[in-house]
């Protein structure tokens, strides 16, 4: 499919340009994107199992923005081939243009994540997390990453620790893996003097700051009853 969308104004293109290629430098693969309402939700993977014995929990970041079209799809386009195009459209049109209109990239259909959606409703409200846990938390598994990388770790045991820091339970917060720290981290969505809203449906939990959602999806038992 090919197709386009249409932004209100250059600063939302900006805004998401930002975000892909924060999004890019964690995990350079695809991006989905979904229009509906008038809204367009873009998903993006942080981490995702791959096989099945592997543990990892899947870690989603979410940014939505407005649109001033009727669009309506659901695709999965490379964040790479994207992000060109982004490029190619700021470095082209007048910074005060509105709307601006996107092209969508050729899709991708081989991305597993992309075969689970969360749900768009039943949220049950958690008590509230400080910003500066998550902070610290993403923070010290950087650290603890670095320190291993440095001794000569093969890549094989190396992607081990990173599984095992980023699927460990932050501290206090039994139900969340320290990933979705780091995800909020890495994606900008962290301020300081700012609480996280906590929300959770089944397998879901959802991270939320005004910059933006984290979606982790693990094991029904891990979280709270």
């Known amino acids: 499919?090919?197709?386009?969308?249409s932004l209100v104004d250059s600063l939302a293109l900006g805004d998401l340009h930002v975000y892909l290629s924060r999004a890019a430098k964690v995990e350079e693969g695809?991006?989905?994107?979904?229009?509906?309402?008038g809204v367009l939700a873009a998903y993006v993977a942080i981490f995702y199992p791959v096989g099945l014995r592997d543990e990892t929990p899947?870690?989603?970041?979410?940014?939505?923005?407005?649109?001033?079209?009727?669009?309506?799809?659901?695709?999965v386009?490379?964040?790479r081939?994207?992000?060109d195009r982004i490029a190619r459209l700021q470095s082209t049109i007048d910074q005060s243009a509105s709307p601006v209109v996107v092209a969508l990239p050729i899709e991708v259909n081989t991305v597993t994540w992309t075969?689970?959606?969360?749900?768009?409703?039943?949220?049950?409200?958690l008590d509230p997390v400080d910003t500066t846990i998550l902070d610290a938390t993403a923070r010290d598994g950087i650290e603890e990453i670095a320190a291993s990388s440095t001794?000569?770790?093969?890549?094989?045991?190396?992607?081990?620790?990173?599984?095992?820091?980023?699927?460990r339970p932050i501290r206090g917060l039994e139900y969340l893996p320290a990933g979705a720290a780091f995800a909020a981290?890495?994606?900008?969505?962290?301020?300081?003097?700012?609480?996280?809203?906590?929300?959770?449906?089944?397998?879901?939990?959802?991270?939320?700051?005004?910059?933006g959602h984290v979606l982790v999806r693990r094991k029904s038992w891990s979280l709270k009853a």
Do not use: C, K, N
């Open 151 to 167: 001794d000569g770790i093969m890549e094989r045991l190396l992607r081990r620790v990173r599984s095992e820091v980023w699927s």
């Open 185 to 211: 981290y890495t994606l900008g969505f962290l301020t300081s003097e700012e609480v996280a809203s906590v929300r959770e449906t089944g397998p879901w939990t959802r991270l939320t700051t005004h910059r």
């Open 58 to 75: 899947t870690v989603l970041g979410l940014r939505t923005f407005a649109l001033t079209g009727g669009e309506s799809f659901d695709v």
């Open 115 to 125: 075969q689970i959606s969360p749900p768009r409703g039943g949220w049950r409200a």
């Open 1 to 5: 499919m090919t197709g386009t969308f």
């Open 30 to 37: 695809s991006v989905r994107l979904i229009a509906d309402s």
């Open 77 to 79: 386009v490379p964040v």
């Open 81 to 83: 081939s994207l992000l």
